[in-house]
């Protein structure tokens, strides 16, 4: 077993580090507090590659594994989230979907322009009454021969203002159920679609995050993506590696959050020497520590298995419920080990600890994510093959 990073692995770090310290982190308190798309920081993250990390150069990718992309995003969510959520969902979701699912004729068209950072896209699944239950699909898409007219309303659609690209999740057969549903590649530009208001959130507050509707969007049907009924399938095994990305954002945050305690923690004097020094920090940043090694760990596997080929959707499941809550403690350590400077904004901590929570909610919950994980366990299904051989020989 070799945890050695390659070297191409390791630039792909160093320059997301140093990209995320140069460009990221001048006017991150601002564009969190105002609410600011980073539509110039996104741009550079295109020109540096990052927005299509896991696609093929011949669609405009990096041509990266699945480890140099939960890499970078470690990098980049350690300083700014936002433009961390906005990197996975168009790398893991839209691209990944795309280049994985979509035919010949949809990756020249949409995925070109998507990996390259030239577009910008977004994953329309969750709505007003479809959040975890995925299944329950109220936006429809009526098949009317060439095309798909499209009506509905779409919910926490990160990208969602500023994208130019739409994969929605729609119900074409209802008596059929969740094998009715298709997903369709809509641009944002057409008659019909009409994006709400930017939702005033906790945190990661310069993403963009909208409501969509379609008001009878007339989609053709070269925009399907599988075949007819495939929708909820593209959208259950995208999310697969989507987990992955979100992991690797929360694994930032609380890293970021660790560093900035540790860095604090050795400045700040209290009863004559550094607080570190005292146990009850002390303990506090082993605990850190160790569950974001952990945590880093989980995350590395399931990317391993993705790049491997294998059944990674339990190792997601686990890496995701993990990191989202190691995430959530750490931060709300580090703001502790700050005191009263950790209250306020300069510090920049009360922001990453706003920023975890949505870690533990958006591309499933952490309840969901025990759903998946304990369905794998009940099936016999494990996702490190070794441990089953062993349970067997005993």
Known sequence: MYFELTEEQMAVREAARDFARNELLPGVIERDREMKFPKEQVRKMAEMGFMGMMNSPEYGGGGMDTISYVLAMEEIAKVDASCAVIMSVNNSLVCWGLEKYGNEEQKQKYLTKLASGEWLGAFCLSEPEAGSDATSQKTTAVDMGDYYLLNGTKNWITNGGTSNVHLVMAQTHPEKGHKGINCLIVETDWPGVVIGAKEDKLGIRSSDTHTIMYNDVKVPKANRIGDDGFGFRFAMNTLNGGRIGIAAQALGIASGAYELAVKYSQERKAFGKPIAQHQAIAFKLADMATEIEAARLLIMRAAWL????????????????FASETAMKTTIEAVQVHGGYGYVKEYHVE??????????????????????????ILKGQLYIPMWKESMQAV
Do not use: F, H, P, W
């Not at 491997?308 to 890496?319: C, L």
């Not at 600890?353 to 794998?376: F, L, P």
């Open 306 to 321: 993705k790049d491997q080929g294998m059944d990674y959707a339990a190792a997601s499941a686990m890496a995701k419920v």
């Open 351 to 376: 922001r990453l600890m706003r920023d975890a929570k949505i870690t533990q909610i958006y591309e499933g919950t952490s309840e969901i994510q025990r759903i998946v994980i304990s369905r794998n």
